[in-house]
């Protein structure tokens, strides 16, 4: 098969690395053809989990195919290539749903059961991996087979947040929701500070199916952490006064033509955002509604967003803190950011509930916050050593979907599954084929002697 | 009202796209191909998409002689026809082409199963005075250049043969198109050297589908290799075959 040798990076623009790129179009075309492989689907990881520098990335973008749509079970079975954006409105006008979805919807199926995804329902709903029925892997040998909570499933908890590093992943069987409307309920509750954002976030009174907060990082002093709680669920037919409630409307995508100048996003722009949004947003206090794509995605509305932070790109960083500890950790994480003068232009925290089973999956109970953070300079690594070093030490983690330079250690002590899921992968794939930039960074399956 | 449209080479990807944007339309499709578990899913997602009623079925270009039989099957699954797309081709390996057993290989699909399954096509619709025949060539068809002169010879082949077809059918009311692509993101063309303002196959299925609305007979895709093309065959022999391309 034809190969390109390009510099790919992740969705931050950071690392950028110099890979060997196979498209396959058929499905059997889907299987490990060189020494070292990772399945790609979108790249919308952000650090190094979609690149094997100078080895294999296998795109699966052309396999994308939607092979079966339960109406009446609401059961989707697809490839692993196909795209969020794509399942949408074919399932939405049939009154089903997502039941996890992450910010974004250009991420293909197989990239949100690779990284177990959560959304702002986690802490009702649990990870993208507690709805997959089932999937079909491509193990190092070649051979496929199935996987799910009854079958394989040593390997189907291996493979669910296990980064593409068990086996391709090629068809994926999902139990969507049911939905009335394509609209969200929502409702928004400004916090004059962190400690009311989280009460605002664990009161049974103004919980719903999705909550999330946005949090003005560079307020200080009194004000640390404000922010906006915002609750939504799908709308009812009764609350929706349209006459085809299922309908979807094409919408518009804009994109940036140009990579913005690294100066744009800068300390006082971004205060001045952050107060113009948190004025605006804390006036919506009585329920209205959204449609699920301005309300989910955003961010999907400017099509390649990630240009705004230049071309040094931008390293997100996201970390979970347990229930307990969660308040003092996130207090000492803004502190240390606002310390360093830093700003994040983005920072969202939401609630997670309880784990799910995937080995290497991300979520704990408890709050994840996650932070945009320009690369203007080295010296910001510097300072995310920091953050890891006060995460670490309440208990909590770094999601590797996101990350793009935690250390071989500091994994192992987040990821306290590692051992057990270690085993497994040796078990399929004893030569280590399936391995990433990621992988090598943090000596997964190639433990430093 | 949707038409029943028959697709010969259905999992390329232009095949692809140009699938999707009959779907899209409503209209129903028979997908034909040598493979039949890649047509199995490329139907499932039509379905799924669309909603709409796809067959499909074995179809091997270069065994010319199971192709009256091929039809008829169509013509069961489908009662009646009302378009053809032919989508299959065969690049091949120029350098293995200088032996006659390779080119063979390569003038057989892309040349001689061709004229075979379109020549039964043609008589399909001659006496029903209606229906499209929409044959997809290449540019590298319009003139002999040493890195694909094996498969351009058969697709310039195609594309005179569809011209004549053309002649032949236009007192039918029967439209017969040639789609001449240049750059398209596919298989063929992923990681070769030297590409440029590639075009995306859904892109180019969509604009195959639309020029059944127009009056246009050969088609280059995108619209600027017309250009292209008309610069390259107008360089004169002499300085051409002293050319590296």
Same mark, same amino acid.
Not at chain 1, 34 to 56: C, F, K, M, P, V
Not at chain 1, 149 to 164: P, Y
Not at chain 1, 322 to 342: D, F, H, N, Q, V
Not at chain 1, 385 to 410: C, F, M, N, P, T
């Given at each position: !098969? ?63 195919? !939607? ?162 709680? !915002? ?182 002590? !987040? ?35 | ?245």
């Amino acid at each position: !098969m034809p190969t390109l040798t390009k510099p790919i990076s992740g969705w931050g623009r950071y690392p950028l690395q110099v890979c060997e790129l196979e498209r396959p179009e058929r499905y059997a075309d889907l299987r490990p053809t060189s020494d070292t492989l990772i399945a790609r689907g979108q790249g919308r990881s952000y650090g190094d989990a979609s690149l094997n520098e100078h080895g294999r990335v296998l795109l699966t973008e052309r396999i994308d195919r !939607m092979l079966e749509l339960d109406v009446q079970q609401g059961i989707l079975r697809a490839e692993a290539g196909v795209t969020l954006a794509d399942i949408l409105p074919v399932i939405v006008k049939q009154g089903w749903f997502l039941p996890v979805t992450p910010g974004t919807k250009f991420v293909s199926l197989g990239g949100c059961v690779a990284s177990d995804v959560h959304g702002k329902n986690h802490h009702h709903d649990g990870g993208f991996a507690e709805h997959v029925l089932a999937i079909e892997l491509i193990l190092a040998d070649g051979s496929h087979i199935k996987c799910s909570a009854t079958e394989n499933a040593d390997i189907f908890w291996a493979t669910v947040g296990g980064m593409g590093l068990t086996g391709i992943i090629g068809e994926v069987t999902l139990k969507l929701i049911p939905i009335q409307t394509t609209q969200i309920s929502v409702t928004n509750h400004a916090a004059k500070n962190l400690a009311h954002l989280f009460e605002l976030l664990q009161d049974p009174a103004l919980d719903d199916r999705y909550s999330v907060a946005w949090v003005d990082c560079l307020a200080t002093g009194e004000q640390l952490g404000r922010g906006v709680a !915002m609750f939504g669920h799908h709308a009812s037919s009764a609350e929706f006064s349209g006459s085809n409630p299922l309908q979807t409307k094409p919408k518009r995508t804009r994109s940036l033509p140009f990579d913005f100048p690294s100066w744009v996003l800068n300390p006082l722009s971004i205060k001045l955002f952050n107060k113009l949004y948190y004025y605006k947003e804390s006036r919506k206090t009585a329920p209205f509604l959204s449609d699920y794509d301005s309300y989910f995605y955003p961010l999907d509305a400017l099509g390649n967003w990630n240009r705004m932070y230049g071309k040094r790109g931008f390293v997100q960083y996201q970390c979970v803190l347990p229930e307990a500890t969660a308040l003092a950790g996130m207090t000492a994480l803004l502190k240390e950011l606002s310390a360093s003068r830093r700003a994040s232009f983005l920072a969202v925290l939401k609630r997670f509930g309880a784990a799910g089973k995937g080995l290497l999956s991300f979520p704990l109970p408890g709050y994840t916050l996650a932070l945009d953070l320009p690369l203007h300079d080295k010296a910001l690594f510097s300072l995310l050593d920091k953050l890891d070093h006060i995460v670490l030490q309440h208990g909590g983690r770094v999601y590797l979907a996101k990350d793009a330079r935690i250390s071989a250690e500091s994994f192992r002590s !987040m990821y306290p599954h590692y051992a057990e899921w270690l085993k497994i992968k040796q078990s399929i794939d004893p030569a280590n084929r399936y391995s990433s930039s990621l992988s090598r960074r943090l000596h997964i399956a190639g433990e430093v002697k | 009202m949707s038409a029943n449209v028959l697709i010969l080479g259905a999992t390329s990807a232009i095949a692809r796209g140009t699938a999707a944007a009959f779907a899209a339309r409503g209209d129903n499709l028979y997908l034909a191909s040598r493979d039949l578990a890649e047509l199995q899913r490329i139907a499932a997602d039509l379905q799924v998409r669309y909603g709409v009623k796809v067959h499909y079925g074995l179809f091997d270009a270069a065994a010319t002689d199971t192709h009256p039989e091929f039809f008829l099957t169509v013509l069961k699954d489908m009662q009646e026809l009302h378009g053809v797309v032919l989508a299959f081709g065969l690049l091949g390996d120029q350098q293995a082409a200088h032996e006659f057993s390779v080119a063979e290989k390569i003038i057989a699909s892309n040349f001689t199963g061709a004229v075979s399954i379109l020549s039964i096509c043609a008589n399909y619709f001659e006496p029903l005075k209606r229906g499209f025949i929409i044959g997809i060539s290449s540019v590298a068809g319009d003139r002999g250049r040493q890195s694909n002169y094996v498969y351009g010879a058969a697709k310039g082949g195609l594309s005179l043969y569809l011209q004549g077809l053309r002649n032949r059918l236009f007192p039918s009311g029967v439209r017969v198109v040639t789609i001449k692509p240049g750059f398209v993101d596919t298989a063929m063309t992923f990681g070769l050297p030297g590409l440029f303002l590639v075009a995306s196959p859904q892109n180019i299925g969509r604009q195959i589908v639309q020029t059944l609305g127009k009056s246009a007979d050969i088609v280059y895709l995108p619209g600027f290799w017309r250009f292209i093309m008309l610069i390259i065959k107008h360089v004169p022999e002499v300085i051409f075959k002293r050319m590296k391309m």
